[in-house]
């Protein structure tokens, strides 16, 4: 039993351990030279995620699904640095709607540079990603335009916020299933696609994907207020200091909106929640506030449930090493909500 990458997936299966550290290992590489450009800068920026490393979920996600057809098939690891690329763009553009200073422990670019510089390099991420995926051929570019399409409408729906009459979590959950799942199910389609695996395997490794992604965000929004900073590489809080309602928050404004309102503490929480929390005295009394609240084991539950459901999906496929370790994925996003 070895314990695969950064995110720590478990692989019980020597040949599969050899695969994916392979595959991993040519995806860093990848992701290295489609960052560098002919102005210094632009590559010092490009590469200042890359090389302060991550987790690689997606990469591994398409490691694994590739297992399912031919994991050397040629068009696996472009496919798995493309999304990658994909994704580290997208982290450049948020850490300048959120304003975050720091990202994957070090400084976010645009507080280390400034906001142009961050947009640019995300967009120089965005064209990189494209150039590559083209070289996969037409039903390759589809897809990942249909995903970006996807993660872009799940943003927007995120800064419109719902309509009055939407159900507030129903409309978080389609949020994150645009900004996070989409991503995530084209590494299993892509995985599963290029290597030639049969379309029901690659229809539930992409089906697959988009569940395990909301359980990685419902997971992800626990993290931000019950874990310490070097354990989710940002600082706690983040999304509280930002404004941005996610599960625990959502889950006691609907406690509040039932009949009877809440309890005074309930009450008194929210109203701490809905104030200024760029104050560092008031957000570190509304992340205590948030730990000692049910609603922090509520969210925990939904994170699980989706975790719970992504498992589900692999049942069908036939017994290998591979289903084995993406079953252990979901328990690897489960445990980050425990």
Known sequence: MTVVGPFGVTVRDQALETDIRAGLAAVEAGLVEATKSDVPFLTEAAQHLVRAGGKRFRPLLVMLAAQFGDPHAPGVVPAAVTVELTHLATLYHDDVMDEAQVRRGVSSANSRWDNSVAVLT????????????????????????????????????????????????????????GKTGSLIAVAGRFGALLSGAE????????????????????????????????????T???????????????????????????????????????????????????????????????????????????????????????????AGLCDSVADRAR
């Open 199 to 234: 379309e029901r395997t690659v229809h539930l490794l992409t089906r697959f994907g988009e569940r395990i992604g909301v359980a990685f965000q419902l997971a992800d929004d626990v993290l931000d207020i019950a874990s310490e900073g070097d354990v989710s590489g940002k």
């Open 122 to 177: 995300g967009d120089f991420l965005f064209a990189r990603a494209s150039s590559i995926v083209a070289e996969l051929g037409p039903e390759a570019v589809r897809i990942q335009a249909e995903a970006f399409e996807r993660l872009v409408t799940g943003q927007i729906l995120e800064t419109a916020g719902p309509r009055p009459g939407d159900d507030p979590v129903a409309h978080y959950l389609d949020v994150v299933a």
């Open 236 to 326: 706690p809080g983040t999304d509280l200091r930002e404004g941005i309602a996610t599960l625990p928050v959502l889950r006691l404004r609907e406690r509040i909106a039932r009949p009877g309102g809440g309890t005074a503490d309930d009450r008194a929480l929210l109203e701490l929640l809905d104030g200024d929390l760029t104050d560092e005295g008031r957000r570190t009394e509304a992340l205590a506030g948030l730990r000692a609240h049910p609603v922090l084991q509520e969210a925990r539950a939904d994170a699980l449930e989706y975790a719970a459901r992504a498992r589900e999906l692999l049942t069908p496929l036939p017994e290998c090493p591979a289903r084995a370790a993406l």
